[in-house]
């Protein structure tokens, strides 16, 4: 499936824990990964922004330049 293709691009691969060499994720770890909540939406609600405004946010080319340099502060100790 593409999707499968496109996410095993953004994840990358794994170490295999017995041979210790790279492998690509297989479709249930890749659905693991995929399903499970994003850190993106944790910084999101951090900053104030609900899953609701952030289709609104990504249209507004301002807003989302000031929504990604507050979520970059937040990485600053």
């Known amino acids: 499936m593409i999707e499968n293709r ?5 994840f990358g691969s794994r170490r295999d ?5 790279w ?3 297989h479709s249930e770890e890749l ?6 909540p994003s850190f ?13 405004d ?3 946010l ?3 080319s301002y807003r989302w330049r000031a929504l990604a ?6 990485w600053v100790p």
């Open 23 to 25: 492998r690509k994720l």
């Open 54 to 56: 952030s289709i609104g």
């Open 40 to 52: 993106v939406w944790l910084d999101l609600q951090e900053v104030g922004c609900g899953v609701m």
């Open 6 to 10: 496109v996410l095993r691009r953004i």
């Open 58 to 60: 990504a249209q507004d």
């Open 69 to 74: 340099n507050a979520v970059m502060n937040l």
């Open 31 to 36: 659905n693991d990964l995929y399903s499970s």
């Open 17 to 21: 824990k017995v041979t210790g060499e």
